[in-house]
């Protein structure tokens, strides 16, 4: 309990003036506290297991480390309804991934930048220059397009790369079943275009394609139906069924490293919010993410649950 005195005091701005203040009129305690409080920040998210909870990372590490008044916005709808909310300040933040803020929101970039950290530094720039928003630190969690592998064939072939997977290809005369949805199939940015960048369009003929609906395609590999498929980094489903996520090691696929994303005026008038949430996002790994995902989607506890217990073990809270 000392300890989680000790960081409140530390986050909290104007700790040392409000004390001083109560030896003076009520009137004038209320006006300062009111202003120390600041204006009620409400946090959003996605509609999706692993928004919500870092929704409630947010959430929950304000609420506890600040005298900020947080308000629960949490699962409020999709990317476009969370960034136009943010705009308009009816949310004050949400987490928002690097590669969608690149390719998704306005405005949208055609060009292709595989290193995280450029990629994350020009978003940033972008952002707080034209729509005064302001990315804090990203999480190394990544939740990008991967490559997965059946854990037996990935034992057999000895590949654990997609450079590795295309010189087993080139030495192998075995056919390979590959799950994918039907839109990864065709982007450009998905099959064709990782089929070009690693060589793989050579080998098509070996390549057993099967169009999977997404929420199978898990299991579809864990359960020995296809060697290969398409999922995100960050699915627990990878967990469930033990999968080999073969390395990107060409740099193909774009980063979606997770990062809250605030608006610049909330942040000046709070902020006490930078601290509280980039120590939120310093450990937070893709094995981390997949664990947290684990608990709400496949074991169904609640994401707030999950999101506090988690800052508990790691003592941010």
Known sequence: MLNQHTRRELLRGGGGVA??????????CLTLATQLQGDLVKVGSKQFTEQEVLGYLAYEVLKANTDINIGDQVGLGGTTTNY???LSDEIQLYWEYTG???QTLPPKQDSFISDSTELYETVKQE???QHDLTFLQPAPLDNTYVIMANPTWADETGVTSLSEFESYL???SETVTVALNAEFQSRSDGWPGLLDHYGLD???QRLDVKNIDSGLLYQVVGNEEADIGVGFNTDPRILQFDLQVLDD?????PSYNAAPMVGTATLETNPSIRSS???TSENLTTEQMRKLNKRVALERVNPQTVAKEYLQSEGIV
Do not use: M
Not at 249 to 253: A, E, M, P, T, W
């Open 170 to 172: 080139t030495e192998s």
């Open 249 to 253: 090691d060409q740099q193909f696929f």
């Open 127 to 129: 952002f707080e220059s």
């Open 84 to 86: 136009r909310a943010l």
């Open 277 to 279: 949430l980039n120590e």
């Open 100 to 102: 969608t803020a690149w």
């Open 202 to 204: 050579t080998h098509k």
């Open 19 to 28: 004390a001083t203040a109560s030896v003076v009129g009520t009137s004038g």
